[in-house]
């Protein structure tokens, strides 16, 4: 495992849009290493709600009654409210995608700087592995992947190296993923795309957050907060979208006078991190904070 977990990003501003009330029930979403929860506590949280569909991140629990942990993926939030009777809650954080922990531990198959098993599954226990996709998908379902989750410009030549590399050998590991894509090793930037683009995938990223959106919108009372770090351009318009107009589709709908019925107001409209922040921590440099409060 590595040292860092991980590093939480745009911290302060996350917390201050929260604007946390005493007493009040809260939801982070996304664990990980868990900085963002232990300042949702110390700013006074009633109770916090922490989930992670890794249960690695266990490895930072909490010791503070008003804390419980939630081993799932977001998109059951509502059952899980449910079975803890929250009817409603005060606010609600999401800092989406994988921690460093994931990137900086070479046998999870994150990242193309290790030779590895091609796994990325953030749930250890799920079925499908990052293997069982390159191996399995079709040429087009391949290019579309590639496209449109790590606009890859030439998404669709890469699918095609990777269906001749398949039809000669299985893509098992890391390193046969980067020989069979033909992506030359310099061109470090589109090698990550591939492997984001392929984790997003693999972890259904973009069904999980648009399912985990929809029932924050229902449980956040009014007055409360909901606030997102996004890392990619799909998932920031998803939010953006959403927080604007209260629908997956980002439809805004108007009353007989031209007043928007979106049932959020914006606070934060994907603030960046600060250049200070992003010399401490240059994996924030493609951090986009919104927050919206519930009317
Ligand atoms: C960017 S990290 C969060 C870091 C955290 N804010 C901190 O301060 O350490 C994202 C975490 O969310 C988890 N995660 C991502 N998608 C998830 C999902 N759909 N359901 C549950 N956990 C998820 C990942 O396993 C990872 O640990």
Not at 12 to 34: A, H, Q, R, S, W
Not at 95 to 117: K, M, Q, T, Y
């Amino acid at each position: 495992m590595s040292e860092v977990y991980h590093i939480p990003a745009m911290l302060k501003e996350t917390i201050e849009g929260l604007n946390i009330k005493p007493e009040g029930v809260y939801v982070d979403v996304t664990f990980g290493g868990g900085g963002h929860s232990r300042a949702i506590l110390e700013a006074g949280a009633g109770h916090l709600y922490s989930f992670d569909q890794d249960k690695d991140a266990l490895a930072n629990k909490i010791d503070d009654e008003r804390w419980t942990f939630v081993h799932s993926n977001f998109r059951y939030l509502r059952n899980w409210m449910d079975y803890y009777g929250e009817e409603q809650i005060d606010g609600l954080l999401a800092d989406l995608g994988v921690s460093f922990h994931h990137f900086d531990c070479p046998e999870r198959g994150f990242s193309f700087r290790f030779s590895a098993p091609l796994d990325m599954r953030m749930n250890q226990t799920a079925k499908r592995t990052a293997a069982d996709i390159i191996n399995s998908y079709s040429e087009e379902e391949l290019a579309n992947i590639f496209y449109l989750y790590g606009e890859l410009k030439n998404g669709r030549g890469i699918a095609k190296n990777i269906c001749r590399a398949r039809a000669q050998k299985a893509i098992e590991r890391t390193e046969d993923l980067v020989a069979a894509s033909r992506i030359p090793a310099e061109m470090s930037k589109e090698l990550a795309r591939l492997f984001q683009a392929l984790r997003i995938e693999v972890n259904d990223e973009m069904g999980a957050l648009r399912e985990m959106l929809l029932a924050a919108r229902d449980l956040l009372k009014p007055g409360g907060r909901i606030a997102i770090l996004t890392y990619h351009s799909l998932e920031d318009r998803l939010v953006k979208n959403f927080l604007r107009s209260g629908n997956l589709e980002g439809t805004i709908e108007k009353d007989f006078y031209g007043n928007n019925l979106s049932p959020f107001t914006l606070i934060e409209k994907g603030r960046e991190a600060s250049a200070e922040e992003i010399e401490r921590n240059p994996r924030a440099r493609s951090a986009k904070l919104r927050v919206a409060e519930k009317k």
